[in-house]
Structures are given as C-alpha cells and as structure tokens.
C-alpha cells in the first residue's frame, strides 16, 4: 500500500442491517474540509428497515464525499473519502486523486469502452440509461387481425421506428383458413415504397387479388400510423399536470411492499374474528392510570390486549412458531418477541419487544412506551425489526373497527385490534351500553389449524372481557 493510499482512507457503505444489500443516503452531517474523529456520525442513511445513523471509524479531514443526498448506495460502496495525515502538506492530496484516477482507469480498462465512457460523462445518479439494442415488440395496424404468428424480427434497414398502434384483438381469424407463414406478397415496387415510408408489410391488410398488397394498402397503412403518430397523446398528460406526484418505491415502502407480496402469496392466510365486550379492561386501564407502580409509563389499552395475547400464547404455545420451508419443519420458539405495528412518515415498521414473555406488566409497559416513541422519531435500529415471532397491528388507532391483517414474513400470527366503541350490548339479561371492541387473528395456515388460532383468539378475547383471568391463567 502506498503512502497516499494509506493516507486517504475510504468509509464503505456498511451492513447495518441482516443481509441488507444498499442504503440511500437521507443526511450529511460533514462536508469536505471538516474534520471528523473516531466514532463521530457522518451521516444519516435509510435501509429497507429504518433510519440509521453512520459514524466513521478513523480521525482525519474529510477529502471527498462520493454522493448526494438521496442516492441509493450498494453496500460495500466507498460513500466518503477520509484524509487521515492533513498535515503532510499540499503534495500528497493532489497526489491521490491520481492514485484514484489509475485505479478507476484499470478498473475501466476492464469494462467496454461505451460504458466506461458513460460512467465517467455524467454525474453519480444522473446519467443517461445504457444504450439498448433489444427491438420493441410491434403491434398490428388498426382492423388488421392476424393469427399469432411466431416470426423474426425485421432487419433495422427494412423499418424505421413507427408509434405504436392500437392492440389488435385476442383472439384472430386464421387467412385462408391457415395461419399465413409466408412473406406477405406485394410487388417489388410497392416493397420499395412502404420501405420508404417505414412500413412494415406484415402489419398491411391486403386488398388485391389472391390476397396481393397494394399501394393503396401501403398508403393506408401509412396514414394510419400517421394519424396515431399525431394524436393528441399529451393531452392526458397536460391535463393531469400538477394534480398527480410521482414518489420513487424505495426505502421502508419498498421493503414493506416486498414483504407483505412475499408473505401474501406463500403462506395460505386464514383470518378469525369475535367481538368482545372490553368495559371491564377499560377500567382497569384507568385504574392503572392512577397506580403508583405505573407511575410515568404509557398505559393504554393496547398495553392490556398485549399482555392478554402474551397469556393466550402461554396457554397454546404451539402458536408461536415458524415455518421453514428450506428444511421443511416447523420451528417451535419458547420466547416471544413481540411485534407492534408502527405507522411513521417513512411508512410501516414492525420493531418487536424482545423476550416479551419474560416481562410484567410495568416493564412492559416500560418497552411499549420505548418502542413508539422510536419509531415516531425515525431512530428504530434494524436489530429492533428482526427476529419477531407474533405481531399486534392495532387498527382502533384510526377509528378503524378490524381488519384482515398480513402475516409479517417468517410469523405465524397476528392480531388486529380494533377501535373501542360504546355500543348496545347484552349484559346481565339486559341491554346496556357497553365498551366493545373486535379482534382479527390472521394466521399461517400451514402450521397453524383452525383449532389452535381459534383457542388463542378466544383466549384473548375472555382476557379482555375478564382481565382478572391475567391472574388466574398467569
């Protein structure tokens, strides 16, 4: 390694997450010139889980950052560029820009030279898209009907780019009671013309006799393509402009919408509701409200309808488990790392309590409070969303009374928990107005039979109509 690579140290993109594969850059907090030590944050990055906060690890002068705000970076990607010996004197930093510049030119040699020439032409994130050779597929004409006809593609001389036409119908007669194989038939002077005017001939409805193209076939066909060419396409786009956003899919959207698409369509979902009287749980979260014990955590009901799930689970523990579909087993967890759904500006989050199972009511508390205020601010760490067994989505936030939620991927179950409504209800023979709730359980089929979700749901659901069941079924 030479004295200049030694001085100039490179900070890469790292894996912060488990097996993350990029990150964007959301914030800088240096620039070139600052002076930066061992452990500061240089910058703020979302990956597909959360915000995380980058520190270098090496003191030294900021050279060079590698990219802007809002890049999306492969791990491993060098992002700063650190000068670790500022003091060496003016020599050494022009110096390493031509240690950089040989290196990248050796990696480049490597490469064609249409790419290299590409890469080194416009800046990172805004370059023009790699030149392509693969043809559009053609579309018919308008009223052509033809059979689908597996054909190669047109010499590049023989056609010139046209707008695409109309989609032609589904299903097509066959011509001449076959489908037509052959080279369309047309004389070589009528060939000559519709290849001057960029027309292709199998797309030509023929009129002449034995099924022979025209030049007036040629001439339609040309005025056809003309008059889609001419369409007021723009028109729609005029119309919609300033009243529709277009928001690149990365970050946690992105990761959600993988994830909920993978879970969706592997594990076959089935989803059991009941709706409970929840008076009594509400007056116990009141007098919690008051208890000394509770004093200065977030007490809620959700607080409650967690605990109970915890107790259902204890009861059937069988719930709590996850389907391996590489060794084909089923993988039985005696812990609960719960999961609370978190709604955040950058989208959902599913960051989990750890060893839920383990802990009281206080300290439960104590880690549900932690848990949402993380999350509204953006900090939850990628470790804090890994390694779930059962979530708890809690949709009565919205005014929203259940739903059918979606397994998080590699859990057996989830619990929606809709809003509490004051409504008319049976109690004691007659009827009153009551605190009621409704409850979802979405489980994974696979591992889980309705018996079993039927026993935890209902257990939840007794929980909350009695919760002195937490001490006698605890």
């Not at 076959?268 to 008051?290: C, G, N, S, Y």
């Not at 004051?422 to 009827?431: M, N």
């Amino acid at each position: 390694m030479t004295a200049v690579e030694q001085r100039f140290r490179e900070f890469k993109m790292p894996d912060v997450g488990e097996g993350l594969t990029e990150a964007e850059i959301l914030k800088w907090f240096v620039a070139p010139g600052d002076t930066v030590t061992d452990g500061q944050v240089v910058c703020e990055v979302e990956t597909a889980k959360a915000a995380v906060e980058l520190p270098i690890p090496f003191d030294g002068v900021v050279h060079e950052l590698r990219f802007d705000e809002g890049t999306t970076v492969d791990v491993g990607t060098p992002i700063i560029s650190v000068d670790t010996d500022p003091g060496a004197g003016d020599a050494a930093p022009q110096a390493a820009p031509a240690a950089e510049e040989s290196a990248a030119e050796k990696s480049a040699a490597e490469k064609p030279a249409a790419e290299k020439e590409g890469r080194q032409a416009n800046l990172v994130g805004y370059g023009a898209a790699p030149a392509s050779t693969k043809r559009r597929p053609r579309k018919p004409l308008p009223g052509r009907q033809r059979p689908e006809v597996a054909k190669p593609a047109p010499a590049p001389a023989e056609v010139a780019p046209a707008a695409p036409a109309p989609a032609r119908p589904e299903a097509a007669p066959e011509l001449n009671g076959s489908a037509r194989t052959t080279r369309p038939l047309a004389k070589p002077p009528v060939r000559k013309l519709a290849k001057d005017l960029g027309i292709d001939l199998e797309t030509v409805t023929p009129s002449g006799p034995d099924g022979i193209i025209t030049r007036e076939d040629v001439h339609a066909a040309a005025e056809a393509v003309r008059a889609v060419r001419e369409a007021p396409v723009a028109a729609p786009s005029a119309a919609a402009e300033g009243r529709e956003r277009r928001v690149p899919v990365k970050g946690v959207r992105k990761a959600t919408a993988q994830a909920v698409v993978n879970s969706a369509f592997t594990a076959p979902h089935v989803t059991e509701f009941v709706t409970v009287d929840v008076t009594r749980t509400m007056k116990l979260v009141a007098d919690l409200k008051q208890d000394p014990e509770m004093a200065g955590l977030r007490v809620s009901p959700l607080l409650l309808v967690a605990k109970a799930l915890l107790v259902a689970i204890r009861r059937n523990p069988d719930i709590n488990a996850t389907w391996d579909e590489d060794n084909q087993e089923i993988v039985y967890k005696d812990y609960v790392n719960l999961g609370i759904a978190a709604a955040t500006p950058r989208g959902l989050i599913v960051p989990n309590i750890k060893d839920a199972h383990a802990k009281t009511l206080p300290e439960l508390a104590s880690a549900l409070g932690e848990l949402v205020t993380t999350a509204r601010e953006g900090k939850t760490s990628p470790a804090a969303m890994s390694g779930g067994t059962v979530t708890i989505t809690n949709v009565g936030v919205f005014g929203v009374d259940t739903g059918t939620p979606i397994l998080n991927p590699g859990e057996s179950a989830i619990l929606a928990f809709g809003a509490v409504k004051l409504q008319p209800w049976v109690h004691k023979g007659e009827v009153k107005p009551r605190q009621v709730t409704t409850l979802a359980l979405s489980f994974d089929h696979r591992l889980v039979d309705g018996e079993l979700g039927s026993k935890v749901l209902a257990d939840v659901a007794a929980i909350l109509e009695r919760p002195k069941r937490l001490l006698t079924w605890a």
